[in-house]
């Protein structure tokens, strides 16, 4: 059964409701599926492997989640699972592989996919820094994804988050494991900007959007959090939290670049060239477009979380002292 959670809205309209969430499985869709299980919505997760997502199955009343298997590149399995939807949230995305057909054209067939079957709502999750125009194939599949999506659902709600941080997180948690095992590390794009969201936050904006279609339909919203830091002095702020002292090396942009190009090519590289190109430009919001407030969500800080999160990569875990760093 669902508990109502810190920072949770009142959207009574999806009681009761079917929603469709599109890649539910993974870090950011187990949080909107909470969000949208505390509001009374029903919920249908589709996935390739929608196995990855059944322990959200006890976060529901009975019968108030289930499953389904299905595959945004594959248009005929789309019909089935969409079937009945009040609302759909397409999800998908991908760094790699084939984008257009997972997140470019292929969001606009999920989004007329969505229309046939007489859903109501459609929310389409891009990213802040999504441009059609771009050179980085990421950014500009999702840019011609948003379009594709409004051409086929003009009512749809675009919503484009910064990078989403929360206890379960693989980018926070990423650094905060490197600083708790290394001595010194280096920083690749020490000063380049980003304006990171909490993930209930960005959830509860889903719900939100879904909940009013005629006010929040046609519309696009960047979610960015309350604060903006660099690289380094996000690193700062995770060694402090850790209460560790760590040599943090500022690398130069020409070094960062030929690192990205002489190892992204290795599987699983943590900097790629398009990623690094896309750090460096920075993830904060334009400012141009409403936000997290106009969906009537509060933002709230990683410094509101950072010191608990941290407790168990400093020394001693919980049964340590936090002695802070300098």
């Not at 760094?95 to 109501?120: E, K, M």
């Not at 459609?122 to 948003?146: C, H, L, N």
């Not at 460096?280 to 141009?288: E, L, R």
Request: proline share 6%.
């Amino acid at each position: 059964m669902v508990d109502a959670k810190f920072g949770a809205g009142d959207h009574a309209a999806l009681r009761d409701k079917l929603v469709v969430l599109l890649g539910g499985s993974g870090f950011f869709g187990r949080h909107v599926a909470q969000a949208l299980l505390a509001s009374g919505a029903r919920l249908r997760i589709v996935s390739r492997h929608p196995e990855r997502a059944f322990a959200l199955k006890a976060l529901g009343n009975l019968g108030q989640v289930q499953f389904a298997r299905g595959d945004v590149t594959q248009p005929e399995s789309l019909g089935p699972v969409l079937a009945g939807a009040f609302g759909v949230v397409n999800l998908v995305g991908a760094f790699a592989g084939d984008l257009d057909r997972v997140q470019g054209a292929g969001a606009g067939r999920v989004a007329a996919a969505a229309r046939a079957a007489g859903a109501g709502a459609f929310v389409q999750i891009s990213a802040i820094g999504a441009d059609a125009a771009s050179e980085i194939p990421y950014a500009r599949t999702k840019g011609e994804g948003e379009a594709a999506v409004l051409a086929a659902f003009p009512k749809a709600s675009v919503l484009r988050p910064s990078l989403v941080f929360g206890p379960d997180d693989t980018f926070v948690n990423m650094f905060a494991g490197l600083i708790a095992a290394l001595p010194a590390l280096p920083v690749f794009g020490p000063a380049a900007k980003l304006q990171p969201v909490f993930v209930d936050d960005a959830a509860e904006a889903v719900a939100a959007a879904l909940a009013d279609p005629a006010r929040h339909g046609g519309k696009t919203y960047e979610l960015a959090g309350p604060e903006v830091l660099t690289m380094l002095e996000l690193h700062q702020r995770i060694a402090a939290a850790q209460g560790r002292e760590r040599l943090l090396a500022e690398l130069p942009d020409f070094i960062s670049g030929a690192f990205a190009m002489l190892t992204g090519w290795l599987p699983g590289a943590p900097l790629t060239s398009d990623k690094w190109v896309l750090l460096k430009a920075g993830n904060v919001a334009s400012g141009k477009l409403p936000g997290l407030k106009e969906l009537g969500v509060t933002a709230h800080p990683l410094g509101l979380y950072l010191d608990r999160w941290m407790v168990r990569y400093r020394e001693h875990g919980r049964f340590g002292e936090k002695s802070r760093a300098a």
